[in-house]
């Protein structure tokens, strides 16, 4: 069934038959650290009719913390920590879950929330910003050392990415026993500012799909991984969710694997051309210019 666009004759009986709305946050809920028109007041009226409110975000950059941080300072003081599911949080459960144990090490490809989510989790985890000063230089007789603890390589959005990491994360992976290589997400790009989109963290896990020969485990979305976890905390059958976001391949896939309900808003990578093109697999059940359209249509008669 093609998409519909969202209006006043099909808003009611969505909105409705939903108990759980989650968001995606780039492209979505802000660009950069631009927050896009009406969504806090969005979030503020879907909340006052009873709604629950939840954030999964591929962006491995930041933990929840760093998160929820983020929400405050853009003036969307509602949001709690327990209400954002980032995919730095899904590595660090993925590995709890599957019983890692704690006396091997995580190689980090990524930023500072992927180490934070790491040690709230209970393990130890090497890399990160740290190594972004680092170099790898060729040099003859001379061997680039490796930690042989590390038995997973998480690799996510780095703005750092180098030569040094890929080594480092290549030699764990084809080198140490058993090692997993596990991927926060695949995006090719996102809107890292406001006015852009820049390369996603899927072009730093392809990077290490050439050198390893390996195809990693996706963590993120489209990977219904996280959705257990929503269903734990919200006791929401999926039916009665509807996943929102700017992705098709991402947001929306996510949606519909899970069996949610899918919303799509054309303020982030996909426009409403890409949207209706004849060549496009994944459609979401509607689609709007904007979140902020939901306070238009609650309102309208």
Known sequence: MAPQLLSSSNFKSLFDSVDTFLFDCDGVIWKGETLIDGVSQTLDLIRSKGKNVVFVTNNSVKSRRQYAEKFRSLGVTSVTQ????????????YLKINNFPKDKKVYVIGGEGVLEELQIAGFTGLGGPEDGEKKAQWKSNSLFEHDKSVGAVVVG????????????GTLCVRENPGCLFIATNRDAVGHMTDLQEWPGAGCMVAAM???????????????TFMMDFLLQKFGTETSRMCMVGDRLDT?????????CKTLLVLTGVTSESNLLDKGNKIEPDYYTSTVSDIIKLMESP
């Open 82 to 93: 327990d209400e954002i599911f980032s995919s730095s949080f899904a590595a660090a459960m």
């Open 209 to 223: 799909c050439g050198s390893t020969e390996r195809e990693p485990i996706v963590v993120g979305k489209p990977s």
């Open 251 to 259: 947001d929306i896939l996510f949606g519909q694997n899970a069996g």
């Open 157 to 168: 959005l780095d703005p750092n990415i180098n030569y040094y990491k890929l080594q480092y």
